[in-house]
């Protein structure tokens, strides 16, 4: 089955604290996205990657990073996590990410992370 | 980056109705993709319509483009409750920027 996948689904840490979450496809796509959902802000955006070896800024990469060192995998790191990173997070990707007739975004279960 | 505008944030409306919501977006675009979030789940792909396209059709769906206003709409006829979601618009292309979304209610 064609799916996004994203791990843990619900984490709850301390400040401070260190955290990945896990983001894989298996669809053999080239873009991958990094979101967060806020209540009354919306989806934003905060990294994306056109391909293993492009990856740029979104709209709010501030105390974010990613990585991209193989097609699938698309992790999203919390070197030190704050409150105000509590959210929810959506990974998702598509073909290309050029916005072509099937060039749709696939998006992930979700991860609900609350940082104390 | 683009950001696309929802309107109205809101709609109740009966079962069987049709619905109606509105995008808006500031720069030239190649393409408009509009989504679908049920409650805290992820975003599901519903149509993509390309620039040099006026409207669209998906089903019951029916999402039109006016390039020169830029704006586009989507509309949801004879709705069912299965339709009660968040909708979502995405102008551009690789850099997404979704607005807050219009949360569609549609009452048995």
């Known amino acids: 089955e064609a799916q996004v996948t994203q791990n843990p689904r619900y984490l709850i840490t301390v400040t401070g604290k260190k955290l990945t979450v896990t983001c894989s496809q298996n669809m053999n796509h080239e873009y991958m996205s990094w979101y967060r959902q806020d209540p009354g802000l919306g989806l934003r955006q905060i990294y994306y990657s056109m391909n293993v070896e492009v990856t740029d800024k979104g709209d709010v990469p501030e105390g974010y990073k990613v990585s991209r060192k193989e097609k699938r995998n698309f992790p999203l790191i919390l070197e030190s996590p704050s409150p105000n990173q509590t959210s929810l997070y959506f990974c998702?990707?598509?073909?290309?990410?050029?916005?072509?007739?099937?060039?749709?975004?696939?998006f992930g279960p979700g991860t609900r992370l609350t940082v104390l | 980056s683009q950001q696309g505008e929802e309107d109205p944030q809101a709609l109740s409306i009966q079962e069987g109705e049709n619905a109606t919501m509105n995008c808006s977006y500031k720069t030239s675009i190649n393409n408009l993709q509009w989504y679908r979030q049920n409650s805290g789940r992820g975003l599901v792909h519903l149509i993509l319509i390309r620039s040099n396209e006026r409207e669209k059709h998906s089903g019951r769906l029916r999402v039109t483009l006016d390039t020169s206003k830029k704006s586009s709409s989507l509309l949801i006829t004879a709705s069912r409750a299965a339709d009660t979601a968040s909708y979502f618009c995405a102008p551009g292309t690789y850099k997404y920027i979704f607005g807050t979304g219009t949360r569609l209610k549609v009452l048995a």
């Open positions: 998702a990707s598509s073909l290309s990410g050029l916005g072509g007739p099937t060039d749709t975004q696939y």
